[in-house]
C-alpha cells in the first residue's frame, strides 16, 4: 500500500481524501513533525506533503528511495531542491491560484496598516496611553492617489494591482506581465523605485531576486515611501531595510515574511514603523482548505500515473533532471 507522509495536520482532513494509501503525519492538533522525524519517516514514504518551513534539500531526497511526488503546502517552493528532485523523477506540486485573493487581501492590509500607522495606534490604545483627539497624532502617509510599484506582477501581483485600481493608484511594476487591457506600466527597477511611493514585492524567492531590494536599492526608494512585502523574506536585506527605517528614510514596512522565519531580528521589533505579521498572507479558511485539496490532488494524479495540474518541475523531469 502506497504512504502517504504529511509533515503538518492538514485543514479539511485531506488523509479521507487519499483512499486506499496509508497516511503518516501528526493528528488533528499535534505539532508539526520535525525535520530529524519526517527524514526518518521518508524512507517509506511514496508521496510527501510539506509546509515551506520545510527544506526539502538532496540529504532528504536521498533518504526517500520510495518517494514519487512533493506536494508543497505553498505557492512559493523555494525550499525544494528542484535539481535533486527533478534528478530522481520525483514530481513537485505547489498550491498557485486558491490563494491569490486572500494574498493580495492581505497585502493591502499591510500597505494600509503600515501607512497610516496601525500598530504604533493599536499597542498606544493597549498600553492605556492615548491621551485623546490630537490635530498631529500619528500623521500617516496617503495612499488613494499615490503611484504603486508591483515587483513581480504574476498572479497575486496582479490581484494587488486590481484592488489598487480603487484607490485610484497608477500601477509601475518590474518583472512579470501586465493582464491584458491593464493601465499598469512595465519599468526598469530603478525607475519604480524611485518613481513609487509604495513598493510592494510578490516575485519569488530565486537565486536572481536574493537580496533584490539590497541597501542601494533601498536608499533609491523615495524619501518617505511604504515597502510592503508578503513574498519571502530573503528578497529584502533586513539589515538594510532597518537601517533605512532608523534613518528614516523609508515612511514605514509592512512585511508577512522575514530571513529566518519565525525568529525576528531585535532591530525590527523595535522598529515602530514596522509592521508585522507572522506570515499570513494566505490565512484564510477557504484558501488553506483549497490549498490542502489541491496538495492532495498531486499526491493522487503521481500515484495513479497521472500529470498533476500544479507540477512546477515538469520541464526539469522531462530533461532528465538536468534544469
Ligand atoms: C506561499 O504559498 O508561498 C505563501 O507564502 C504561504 O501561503
Redesign the pocket.
Known amino acids: 500500500m502506497a504512504r502517504v507522509l504529511a509533515t503538518t495536520h492538514l485543514p479539511g482532513d485531506p488523509a479521507r481524501l487519499v483512499p486506499g494509501h496509508e497516511w503518516l503525519g501528526p493528528a488533528a492538533g499535534e505539532a508539526p513533525w520535525p525535520r530529524a522525524r519526517w527524514l526518518g519517516a521518508l524512507a517509506s514514504a511514496d508521496a510527501l506533503v510539506c509546509l515551506?518551513s520545510d527544506r526539502v534539500d538532496a540529504e532528504a531526497l536521498a533518504a526517500a528511495p520510495r518517494l514519487k511526488v512533493v506536494a508543497?503546502?505553498?505557492?512559493?517552493?523555494d525550499n525544494i531542491d528542484l535539481d535533486a528532485a527533478s534528478a530522481r523523477g520525483v514530481a513537485v506540486a505547489?498550491?498557485p491560484d486558491v490563494?491569490v485573493e486572500a494574498?493580495a487581501d492581505f497585502t493591502f492590509a499591510l500597505l494600509l496598516a503600515a501607512a497610516r500607522r496601525l500598530g504604533e495606534g493599536e499597542r498606544l490604545v493597549r498600553a492605556g496611553q492615548w491621551r485623546g483627539w490630537a490635530p498631529d497624532l500619528l500623521l500617516g502617509a496617503d495612499v488613494a492617489g499615490r503611484t504603486l510599484g508591483v515587483i513581480g506582477l504574476g498572479r497575486i501581483g496582479r490581484a494587488v494591482a486590481r484592488r489598487a485600481a480603487g484607490f485610484a493608484m497608477p500601477v509601475v511594476y518590474h518583472r512579470g506581465a501586465a493582464a491584458p487591457g491593464s493601465a499598469a506600466r512595465a519599468v526598469e527597477l530603478d525607475e519604480l523605485l524611485a518613481t513609487s511611493d509604495v513598493v510592494t514585492v510578490h516575485c519569488p524567492l530565486t537565486p536572481a531576486t536574493r537580496g533584490l531590494l539590497d541597501a542601494r536599492a533601498l536608499a533609491a526608494m523615495r524619501p518617505g515611501a511604504i515597502l510592503v512585502t508578503?513574498?519571502?523574506g530573503p528578497i529584502v536585506d533586513e539589515v538594510a531595510l532597518c537601517d533605512a527605517l532608523e534613518r528614516g528614510h523609508l515612511g514605514g514596512a509592512g512585511l508577512?515574511?522575514f530571513d529566518d522565519e519565525p525568529r525576528v531580528s531585535a532591530r525590527l521589533l523595535a522598529a515602530p514603523r514596522a509592521v508585522l505579521a507572522p506570515?499570513l498572507?494566505?490565512?484564510t479558511t477557504t484558501?488553506?482548505t483549497r490549498?490542502a485539496e489541491l496538495c492532495i490532488t498531486a499526491v493522487r494524479d503521481v500515484l495513479a500515473g497521472r500529470r498533476p495540474p500544479n507540477l512546477v518541475n515538469a520541464e526539469r523531469l522531462a530533461a532528465g533532471g538536468r534544469g
Open positions: 515551506l508543497n503546502y505553498a505557492v512559493g517552493h505547489n498550491t490563494l494574498t508578503t513574498a519571502r508577512d515574511v506570515h498572507g494566505s490565512a484558501a488553506r490549498m
